[in-house]
């Protein structure tokens, strides 16, 4: 059995009201685990059957930290993060 080097830990993609503290944590079995070759793609499968991505971040550069967490978040969400993207970023539903 092959297990995953790096999973999705925890995901938040809706807030009350505006989507401004959205975040998604990354976790890997081995601690300070190098994520150069690693993309983050999110996914759209809303109403068609053609899922497409709608939006991709690098994780080059960027390692676990020794508890082999690592936070990507949106610029209102503390502590600081290693990579940042725009509010509303995570689709909730259809592309409109």
């Known amino acids: ?6 999973i999705i830990n925890e995901l938040d993609s809706d807030n009350p009201s505006t ?3 959205e975040f998604i944590e990354l976790k890997s079995v081995t601690p300070n685990f190098s994520l150069n070759g690693y993309v983050l793609v ?10 497409k991505s ?12 020794v508890i ?3 936070l990507i978040v949106n610029n209102l969400v503390s502590p600081v993060p290693e990579r940042i993207f725009t509010n ?6 259809p592309i409109s």
């Open 19 to 21: 989507d401004d503290k």
């Open 54 to 65: 709608y939006y991709t971040i690098s994780l080059n550069v960027l390692t676990t930290y």
């Open 88 to 93: 509303s970023t995570i689709q909730n539903g």
């Open 68 to 70: 082999g967490l690592i």
């Open 1 to 6: 059995m092959i297990e995953a080097q790096v």
């Open 42 to 51: 999110f996914f759209n499968g809303t109403g068609s059957l053609a899922v």
